[in-house]
């Protein structure tokens, strides 16, 4: 059976950035619970906030490859959570950031999201920027990551008999800043698939990897497929161009 690494603590020493919020009508189920694509909107916000901050090179030249998520406890309507996020590690062209979200009510949600530094005219990969690894080398404590993908590899094919599809509407609202679906926007098919599933609760373990972008006016399909104890969504264009593999799987009590 697949199971996930476990998560990374928060470092000793090096640089964190820490912030809190409350969590708002908007971000929750109709049972009050945060949903997956607010946290990961919640993941975008302290990014930048932390970039700002830290007076880091490049701010805005870097896209999502993958995000992960550990769900202990989920936060709920109302609550206020504490967000610490910081570098845990890098590569060539890439980072990767760690945030950890705590309540006073016991939620807990651990995160890991590797972001991708390019060139934001062609978005073509480029070497971290000048000026970068000094500022996160002590807290990454020199951990290298690699930006290889974890799920989306070595899937049964999209027509398999027990692979269900259904048509997915690409909305001008999932658009963001840089003419693509938000990363956020793709963690909506996993809380789809929740609603229709509660046996799938928390603590659960999920990621969303990015293999290629989805623009206005693309049609999308998600295929979902059980595999032994992973739920597999992928997001696929047109025929058999997969833009996206999202897993969900439970994690042991």
Not at 60 to 69: A, D, K, L, Q, Y
Not at 114 to 136: C, D, Q, R, S
Not at 241 to 252: E, F, H, R
Request: proline fraction near 6%; hydrophobic fraction near 40%.
């Amino acid at each position: 059976m697949w199971r996930p690494q476990e998560p990374v603590p928060l470092p000793q020493a090096g640089r964190t950035f820490s912030t809190s919020r409350r969590v708002r009508l908007g971000d929750v189920t109709p049972k009050g619970r945060l949903r997956l694509d607010a946290t990961a909107r919640y993941l975008q916000d302290i990014a930048n906030d932390d970039a700002v901050d830290g007076n880091y090179p490049d701010i805005h030249g870097w896209v999502v490859r993958r995000t992960e998520m550990w769900v202990y406890q989920f936060p709920t309507y109302m609550t206020d959570i504490s967000l610490t996020t910081w570098c845990g590690g890098y590569g060539s062209h890439w980072a990767e950031r760690r945030t950890h979200i705590v309540g006073a009510d016991g939620a807990r949600i651990e995160t890991a999201a590797l972001w991708v530094h390019v060139n934001m005219e062609t978005l073509k990969p480029e070497p971290l920027p000048a000026g970068f690894i000094p500022l996160i080398a002590e807290s990454s404590g020199g951990r290298k990551v690699r930006s290889n993908f974890v799920v989306g590899k070595s899937l049964p094919d999209l027509n398999a008999l027990d692979a269900t599809s259904e048509s997915w509407p690409v909305r001008f609202a999932d658009m963001d800043a840089v003419g693509h679906m938000n990363n956020a926007s793709y963690w909506i098919a996993a809380e789809e698939y929740l609603s229709k599933h509660g046996e799938l609760r928390a603590p659960m373990h999920a990621v969303v990897e990015h293999h290629l972008s989805v623009d206005p006016g693309n049609d999308i399909c998600l295929v979902t497929q059980h595999i032994d104890d992973r739920v597999i969504i992928r997001h696929v264009l047109g025929g058999d161009a997969v833009a996206a593999v999202t897993q969900l799987v439970k994690l042991p009590q």
